[in-house]
């Protein structure tokens, strides 16, 4: 029972360190936890948000409010109309609506501008999506050349090791000097400074695809083995103006640095209707409901004056009981006798405003030609980028083709060394020198396959090709 639960145990852990990750798997990662695109992605949203706001402009306002208030000590009761010390109170209902007739068209401008803000947001979430993706397969590929590079240098320590074993052999048949075998010893040292070089290099390479990827346990990130034969795309076939034209016309970049121009301008006339006058409706209805109460005894009589005696200043008085007394009037009764209806037009026509109105106009002015001038600027730096990575793609097609032939040399080179090495026709320092010849060769084949290949997938992304993954 312990061998096979130790036995799942080795299973799992297995599993767990053997996890690889594809060019796919890093892309929709990116995709879905890099920080920018949530950002663009949150613009997007309120993007929307604001077009609802638009879209709210066109309805009329509407609002319904209500009031209730208490009044305590001096007030004129509303049965008698008599100053007393007693509690009054009001209940307040009302409606009011207001409706835009004529305003210079802001209402439809402002929907255009939200529209265009949609729009705009959208191509630069997917320029962002885009751009990603391309540098994961960036350092995908870097992560692969220094792989390969790192078998290169396994390969040259390890004949290191055999070249100082057969040296040390030689010296002892007397064939080699044993100052020779000192030379084949740094030779040795040499490769192995490489080989942890290369080590080095790599790790450095996965730590970067992982934090690009936002990985937490980068330690043990890996991405799989895969064989990256190099294809000759028919990108190389294609003038750099043919590349341009397509671009311009499809790449997202442009398509936001166009949307943007548009929004400058419709901000500029959004900005100059706010000069013209504006005409808009109202109406409001509204009643109230009042009521007090009189609370000072029962029972109890009082003399009150009622008039005065014919000539004198004699007063006249009259016993009065004091009671509670409440309004007459039922809810129904005071609304309906309270209420009340305003309506009419509002005509507002701007004159002078502290030149607030006319400074936005002439500011939206200059934000057009700015985003002209930006655009334009797009446009060239996208030609200039293009033409770049056109030259630098023909440039290593060229240089892994030079590669090719020179590693095809030195290997025959080496080849030939290492046999009259080992006959003693030649010395250690020779040999060493055509080896490092025949090593550094092939490192530059990998590292001119490696840059020919992402100069072409880069071509091949300006002309709309998708990235393979």
């Known amino acids: ?171 002892e048949n007397g064939v080699l000097p044993v100052g020779d075998l000192y030379e084949i010893e740094a030779n040795k040292s040499s490769a192995e400074k490489s080989l942890i070089d290369a080590e080095n290099a790599l790790t450095l390479a996965k730590l970067a695809l992982a934090q690009l990827i936002l990985i937490e346990n980068y330690q043990e990130f890996d991405i799989v083995d895969e064989n990256y034969d190099l294809e000759m795309s028919e990108i190389l076939n294609k003038s750099p103006d043919i590349i341009y034209n397509y671009a311009v016309e499809n790449k997202n970049e442009i398509r936001v640095a166009e949307t943007n121009v ?18 808009s409706a109202f109406y409001s209805f509204s009643s109230r409901i009042a009521y007090s109460d009189r609370l000072v005894g029962t029972g109890n009589f009082d003399l009150v004056p009622i008039g005065f005696v014919q000539g004198t200043n004699q007063p006249v008085v009259a016993p009065f009981q004091q009671t509670m007394v409440k309004a007459p009037r039922s809810f129904t009764e005071q609304f309906d006798s309270n209420k009340g209806q305003n309506f009419g037009l509002s005509l507002s026509i701007p004159i002078l405003n502290n030149f607030s109105t006319r400074t936005n106009v002439n500011r939206s002015k200059v934000n057009v030609e700015r985003s002209e001038n930006l655009l334009s600027q797009t446009k060239l730096d996208l030609q200039n980028t293009i033409n770049q990575a056109y030259n630098d793609a023909k440039g290593s097609f060229k240089a892994y083709e030079a590669s090719q032939k020179s590693l095809e040399s030195r290997k025959i080179s080496f080849e030939y060394a290492k046999e009259k090495f080992n006959l003693g026709a030649i010395d250690s320092y020779e040999f060493s020198l055509i080896k490092q010849r025949y090593e550094t060769a092939q490192s530059d084949l990998i590292i001119s396959k490696f840059d020919l290949i992402f100069k072409i997938k880069v071509l091949e992304f300006y002309f709309g090709i998708p990235l393979k993954i």
């Open 1 to 171: 029972m312990r061998k096979f639960l130790l036995l799942i145990l080795i299973f799992c852990t297995n599993v767990t360190a053997q996890k690889q990750w594809t060019l796919k798997e890093c892309v929709e990662r990116a995709l879905e936890k890099n920080i920018s695109i949530k950002q663009s992605e949150l613009n997007f949203t309120e993007a929307a948000l604001n077009k609802k706001n638009a879209i709210g402009n066109f309805i009329p306002n509407f609002n319904i409010g209500s009031s209730h208030s208490w009044n305590v000590g001096l007030n004129q009761d509303i049965t008698t109309g008599i100053l007393e010390n007693i509690t009054t109170q009001f209940t307040s209902m009302n409606l009011n609506v207001n409706v835009d007739i004529l305003n210079g068209l802001k209402n439809i401008k402002q929907l255009h501008l939200a529209n265009l803000s949609i729009l705009s947001n959208k191509f630069q979430l997917e320029d962002m999506k885009e751009n990603i993706s391309l540098l994961v397969a960036n350092s995908f590929l870097q992560i692969l050349f220094n792989k390969e590079l790192l078998k290169v240098q396994k390969i040259q320590y390890d004949l290191s090791v055999e070249d100082l074993s057969r040296a040390q052999e030689l010296v």
């Open 262 to 279: 548009e929004i400058a301008k419709k901000s500029l006339e959004l900005n100059k209707s706010f000069l013209q006058p504006r005409l």
